[in-house]
């Protein structure tokens, strides 16, 4: 009997160094890592110790013995991996990371963000150095996309927040919530009070479709949707028109499918979720019945991975719909779908297509349609959106790449709702260098750069804001690690300036600025009192929603 990594598979790596016969691949020091859609436990090779159980964040990992009917063909595809890539093993003892000299005294270290990228950097601090660490964040609550951006649906996914509150109970860690950086304190301040600032604020705005009518009333981002289902602040009182049949998502990727699955899973089954109250009551107000994912590229080429496009084959009361005309490959496609080289996962993707494709269909079901090789050139309607226009798209290679070129062939969906989910990109941080062209700060393997190319004292970043928005939540650990160890080299060879203020100054300081401040004490209220009106109603928490109230809840 072996160990089998499923769906929920975050990516952080947490089970890698805890194996001891070394069966996890791709580890973060192979190539792969960087590109892998998850990890993958090799069958020959386990011994059912269960050690990487206990060191996975997102309970993703279950005996082979144990797996559920939609979890079943995981067994086959962590077993394909290995036939794709044998494993081999050294058994080279770990190198432990480095730790500040004790001699040096406190590390002080302001982390602005309190997403992923800023929780796996603050719980590296505290691990590796004597450290005091000032965890910020604009809003009352922590957590970032893990709150905010984890469909409801997906509870596993969110348990990682349980590893960063055990990691957060010492007092060396003290959260700054509710205070935004540029406002209540700049960043001058922040490095007057620190010998290190880490800016880990992610990549705020998505990305514009850049076609007529996109602004139309009905035409969103799927960004503001999914902080509106979640509950976030900023959104909360929008509005999203659910009167009609069609809703079209541009984009499909995994936060497509994710807002796939709210617009057309049985609200009842949301309702046992953490979803905003706003948005349940929404959804069961909903005349969707169809989706419709558009893609401009192919089904090899899809964003999804293969383990969220599996899932949605188990969805109750929903018909996954594919044409199968849109699965006829270019010849480039073809033969790398036939090389004896492809990666499991792009095989599985296609063989999942054909199988949608060629899967029964219940009229009473709604429906989630994809559509490959297809790209918007319009959104349309008499002052909101009705329809959508696209064009045909063609596969070609353009210098070493498979690129989708517009045909002469067009066609139009009428829809009520038409979301965007094409990418995101981060925004300029207040006196940070920032490189317009990617969206991101420049940096080198986490220290902020000049435009001369030298680093900025004391200056770091981590998460998309640093590699630009790739990966998911796991992905951050491997990344802040990089960004810690360059911080920690820092500040042993006597690169940062010492602070010339200490954590009480900024106590005082904050509470002059931002009396309403949420520290340990504050979120730890917010959260027994949203987990306890959700144990009222059956739910893992129900959200405050504003402000406001969040403020209301941490005050008792």
């Known amino acids: 009997m072996a160990y089998v990594i499923t769906q929920r598979c975050c990516n952080d790596a947490s089970c890698v160094p805890e194996c001891p016969v070394d069966c996890i691949r791709p580890t973060p020091e192979q190539r792969e890592f960087a590109t892998t859609e998850q990890l993958y ?124 509150e055990s990691a957060f109970r010492r007092e060396a860690l003290q959260y700054r919530l509710n205070v935004e950086v540029g406002k209540h304190i700049s ?30 009333p009905g035409s969103y981002s799927a960004t503001e949707f999914v902080a509106w289902y979640n509950g976030h602040p900023d959104y909360a009182d929008r509005e999203f028109d659910l009167s009609g049949e069609r809703a079209v998502i541009v984009g499909n990727g995994n936060v497509a499918l994710d807002v796939a699955r709210v617009l057309t899973v049985s609200p009842d089954e949301l309702a046992k979720t953490d979803i905003a109250d706003h948005a349940l009551d929404a959804l069961r107000r909903s005349n969707i019945q169809e989706v419709v994912v558009l893609g401009r590229r ?16 188990y969805l109750k009361g929903v018909d996954i719909i594919v044409d199968p005309e849109d699965l006829v490959l270019d010849a480039a496609s073809q033969a790398e779908l036939d090389s004896p080289d492809v990666e499991p996962s792009l095989q599985l993707k296609y063989t999942l297509a054909q199988e949608y494709a060629n899967g029964s269909r ?24 009705e ?64 435009p001369d ?9 981590s998460g998309w804001i640093k590699r630009g928005p790739r990966g998911v939540i796991g992905s951050n650990r491997v990344d802040s690690q990089e960004t810690v160890d360059k911080l920690i080299e820092d500040f042993t060879q006597g690169k940062l300036a010492a602070p010339q203020r200490n954590r009480a100054d900024l106590d005082a300081l904050l509470a002059e600025r931002q009396p309403d401040q949420v520290g340990r004490d504050g979120w730890k209220a917010i959260d027994q009192a949203e987990k306890t009106a959700g144990k009222a109603a059956g739910r893992p928490r129900v959200k405050f929603t504003s402000v406001e109230n969040l403020l209301k809840a941490a005050k008792g």
């Open 41 to 164: 436990i090799d069958p020959d090779t386990c011994i059912d110790c269960g050690a990487c159980v206990d060191a996975c964040p997102v309970d993703a990992i279950f005996s082979e013995d144990d797996l559920l009917a939609s979890l079943g063909r995981f067994r086959d595809i962590n077993a394909a991996y290995f036939q794709r890539h044998p494993l081999e093993t050294n058994f080279d003892p770990l190198v432990a990371p480095s730790r500040a000299p004790k001699e040096l005294g406190t590390l002080r270290v302001a982390v602005i963000g309190a997403g992923p990228a800023a929780c796996y950097a603050a719980e590296e601090l505290l691990r590796r150095a004597d450290v005091e660490v000032e965890l910020f964040d604009r809003l009352p609550t922590p957590y970032g996309l893990v709150r905010a951006g984890v469909a409801p649906d997906h509870p596993g996914t969110k348990a990682v927040a349980n590893l960063f």
């Open 187 to 216: 960043h001058a301040e922040l490095l007057e009070h620190h010998h290190a600032v880490v800016y880990a604020v992610g990549a705020a705005t998505d990305r514009k479709l850049g076609v007529p009518g996109e602004d139309l």
């Open 298 to 313: 192919g089904p090899l080429q899809a964003a999804y991975t293969s383990s969220e496009f599996l899932a949605l084959g």
């Open 362 to 385: 219940n009229p009473a079901n709604k429906r989630i349609v994809f559509r490959y090789l297809v790209s918007p050139t319009a959104v349309t309607g008499d002052g909101k959106a």
């Open 387 to 450: 329809a959508v226009t696209y064009v045909h798209n063609e596969l070609v290679e353009e210098n070493g790449r498979t690129i989708a070129r517009a045909s002469e062939r067009t066609g139009v969906l009428d829809a009520s709702l038409v979301l965007r989910s094409i990418g995101y990109r981060g925004e300029p941080v207040a006196d940070v260098p920032f490189d317009e062209a990617n969206g991101t700060i420049p940096n080198a393997q986490g220290r902020v750069l000049h």
């Open 453 to 461: 190319g030298e680093p900025v004292q004391g200056v770091y970043v």
